[in-house]
């Protein structure tokens, strides 16, 4: 039996290769993301409302709504091919196959972020560059809390007849934590506050993170087996 | 493939002890009602509109008590396997969505008079909207699976994740809240009630108690009976 | 002389219709829902 971390990386890894050869779910991804970036733009009125006020929201509320549509495509593939049961049938440990999953989707959602951020401080004539290492940790941070329930809700949502509405149904409830966590946190980084205001919200986030990545892969394996 | 189980009750007996059960409550309900207008004092700020409090209170304990008791239902089902607590469960998750539409309905219509809005993101609106939702979630997700097993299982992990998403909404809540304190006209509910509406609140919450047990009842013994009916003549 | 309460009453009077209203419906379904299997 192969140890853990192996399997963890080798599905990781197949994954990553996966998308990294057929491209065109992440294209259509970061498409998706900079239309919800135009549409936000247009959906506020400019004389009302500042594009600083409303930048934080309409940033994490972008990589919420990307971060649902790239993971619902998550398992679909593969169950379309069959390759999910497949690897299920091998004796590996289900815990190290959906942290591969999970690392797999971070990594996809994570590049989608990291191309919408820069669209973001275009559209939205924010700078970004000075709190950089702070708000790439707050995206890693609730990005791992979007994915982590999202995996999981991929994995029944696609045995589904209506995976596409029921995703959201079930995720976005939990997505709510570490959304207002970002916000906040974001809110705070671009008003320059010092860190002692913030501590509080990215406490929220990282004990969100152990609480829900912990639960998701042990409850996985019921999820996955008969 | 485990073997058809015997059900120690049998489904009839259910619903009918259920609908008795809950036609006992909604006659507490009628005391409650009289008790409310009759026995409890007028509170002199909020007024009349005030005793909404009486239905709103108790909805919410039943709401809350349905959604633990789905929460608990599926952890142990996980571990236990036993279809009784599946079954248990999606009864406790539909009674919930009853009763946390009667929080959110009642909540508003008590809010408009008092705090002159018709919503606000207070602590238990805004949880009492999740568990709403993750209700419905939890209901469509059974929905959406057809076979009972993959059902079962599938509906105990998001009862699960539900349960424990709770305490981080609260913490969400009140964390946004203290740095957001929003202005609030009056405080319902003072600490310090008076015996008589601290009596009423408490027969209400009995009086909810007791239409909660029934409605499960009834709604387990429903669902056993399709189960049984589904599986044909050649069951057991 | 203290303040007289406000009037609203209409408010107490809708939740505790809609309120039982909600209720009772649901135990009605239930009702029906068993009569038809029978």
């Not at chain 2, 709770?166 to 946004?176: A, D, R």
Request: glycine letters at 6%; hydrophobic letters at 55%.
């Amino acid at each position: 039996m192969p140890r853990s971390i192996d399997v963890v990386l080798a599905v990781a890894g197949k994954d990553i290769r996966a998308e990294l050869r057929s491209r065109t779910a992440l294209l259509t991804a970061l498409v998706f993301a900079a239309l919800v970036l135009v549409i936000f733009n247009f959906a506020r009125d400019p004389t009302a409302v500042s594009a600083a006020t409303l930048a934080p929201s309409v940033l994490w509320v972008t990589f919420a709504l990307a971060a649902m549509v790239a993971m619902n495509r998550a398992f679909t593939v593969e169950r379309e091919n069959g390759a999910l049961d497949g690897m299920l049938l091998a004796p590996i440990p289900r815990e190290a196959v959906f942290l591969g999953k999970l690392l797999a989707n971070l990594a996809f959602v994570g590049a989608v972020e990291l191309v919408t951020l820069p669209l973001f401080t275009l559209f939205f004539n924010v700078s970004v560059w000075s709190i950089l290492p702070g708000l790439l940790a707050v995206m890693a941070l609730a990005t791992i809390g979007f994915v982590a329930v999202g995996t999981i809700f991929s994995a029944m949502a696609v045995r589904t007849r209506f995976a596409e509405l029921l995703l959201p149904v079930l995720l976005l409830p939990f997505m709510v934590p570490p959304l207002i966590g970002a916000v906040q946190t974001t809110t705070r980084l671009l008003a320059d506050r010092p860190l002692s205001e913030m501590v509080g919200w990215l406490r929220l986030l990282t004990l969100y993170d152990i609480v829900f990545v912990t639960l998701c892969t042990l409850t996985f394996s019921s999820v996955v087996d008969e | 493939m485990s073997a058809p189980e015997i059900p120690t009750l049998r489904p009839e007996r259910l619903i009918r002890r259920g609908l008795w059960l809950s036609g006992v409550g909604f006659l507490g309900l009628i005391l409650v009602y009289v008790l409310a207008l009759t026995y409890a004092p007028v509170e002199a700020r909020q007024g009349l509109a005030q005793k909404i409090f009486y239905v709103h209170v108790p909805a919410a304990w039943s709401t809350l008590l349905a959604f633990s008791l789905v929460g608990i239902a599926s952890a142990t089902y996980l571990w236990l396997e036993d279809r009784r607590l599946d079954r248990f469960a999606a009864a406790s998750a539909e009674v919930g969505v009853v009763f946390g539409g009667v929080m959110l309905t009642t909540g508003p219509i008590w809010a408009k008079p008092i705090w002159g809005t018709w919503w606000t993101w207070d602590a238990r609106l805004t949880l009492t909207l999740f568990l709403f939702f993750l209700f419905v979630g939890y209901l469509a997700l059974r929905a959406a699976v057809q076979d009972p097993e993959e059902r079962a299982r599938f509906s105990a992990v998001v009862g699960i994740l539900g349960m424990l998403l709770v305490p981080f909404i609260h913490l969400s809540v009140y964390l946004f809240r203290t740095l957001h304190p929003q202005p609030i006209v009056l405080k319902p509910s003072a600490p310090s009630l008076p015996p008589e509406m601290l009596r009423t609140l408490l027969v209400s919450t009995l009086v909810f108690t007791v239409l909660y047990l029934g409605f499960v009842t009834a709604r387990y013994g429903l669902a056993l009976e399709q189960e049984l009916r589904e599986q044909g003549p050649d069951a057991a | 002389m203290l303040p007289e309460p406000p009037h609203n009453g209409g408010y107490l009077v809708a939740a505790y219709i809609v309120a039982t209203i909600i209720l009772l419906g649901y135990w009605l379904r239930l009702l029906r829902l068993a009569r038809r299997s029978r």
